[in-house]
T-cell receptor, first 114, second 109 residues
Framework: DVKVTQSSRYLVKRTGEKVFLECVQD?????MFWYRQDPGLGLRLIYF???????EKGDIPEGYSVSREKKERFSLILESASTNQTSMYLC?????????????FGPGTRLTVL | GEDVEQSLFLSVREGDSSVINCTYT??????LYWYKQEPGAGLQLLTY?????DMKQDQRLTVLLNKKDKHLSLRIADTQTGDSAIYFC?????????FGTGTRLQVFP
């Protein structure tokens, strides 16, 4: 079974802190995604990556950056956390990417910014 | 731009059928998906349908696609308490998926 793990289930940070959310997948998938999930808004894509060291902006990249130094690991970085970044963050991976491919999700990290 | 819409809540009695509806905007979508999110978990793919199909059945799940109206539905027969979850439809769009807002299904005895 594909396993996507996220470094923390719950995280509490203060405004202005730099925050790292880590995601690791164990199935040698090419593609990895970061979403945030908010009530009534569904999932919104922040960033995605098709290959090591490659990244593409999603629909809401402002205030975020990403890093993919190794194929299995995709990190989401909040350079200076703000209260409006309080949310559930979901990481996903897929083998081929694009519209034909199933995405496998991690359990999520619930981030609270005070 | 692309938009995928769902109603936010659905409440059904155990044993009844549930129908979750979704409308999408991109007529060029090749695949449409239904994902399920149980409490405290990530999303899991439930089923998908090719855009050249009208219907797909998989045990208790029936997916109906009306491409003309850009309307997708998921019917769950004999709904059980374990079906309580958030259900997301998603359309395949170029190189990514566009997810709907999610429908929270609550099943009561």
């Amino acid at each position: 079974d594909v396993k996507v793990t996220q470094s923390s289930r719950y995280l509490v940070k203060r405004t202005g802190e730099k925050v790292f959310l880590e995601c690791v997948q164990d199935m040698d998938h090419e593609n990895m995604f970061w979403y945030r999930q908010d009530p009534g808004l569904g999932l919104r894509l922040i960033y995605f990556s098709y290959d090591v060291k490659m990244k593409e902006k999603g629909d809401i990249p402002e205030g975020y950056s990403v890093s993919r130094e190794k194929k299995e690991r995709f990190s989401l970085i909040l350079e200076s956390a703000s209260t409006n970044q309080t949310s559930m963050y979901l990481c996903a991976s897929s083998l081929f990417g694009g519209r034909l491919d199933e995405q496998f999700f991690g359990p999520g990290t619930r981030l609270t910014v005070l | 731009g692309e938009d995928v819409e769902q109603s936010l809540f659905l409440s059904v009695r155990e044993g009844d059928s549930s129908v979750i509806n979704c409308t999408y905007t991109d007529s060029s979508s090749t695949y449409l998906y239904w994902y399920k999110q149980e409490p405290g978990a990530g999303l899991q793919l439930l089923t998908y349908i090719f855009s050249n199909m009208d219907m797909k059945q998989d045990q208790r799940l029936t997916v109906l696609l009306n491409k003309k109206d850009k309307h997708l539905s998921l019917r769950i027969a004999d709904t059980q308490t374990g079906d309580s979850a958030i259900y997301f439809c998603a359309e395949g769009y170029t190189d990514k998926l566009i997810f709907g807002t999610g429908t929270r299904l609550q099943v009561f005895p």
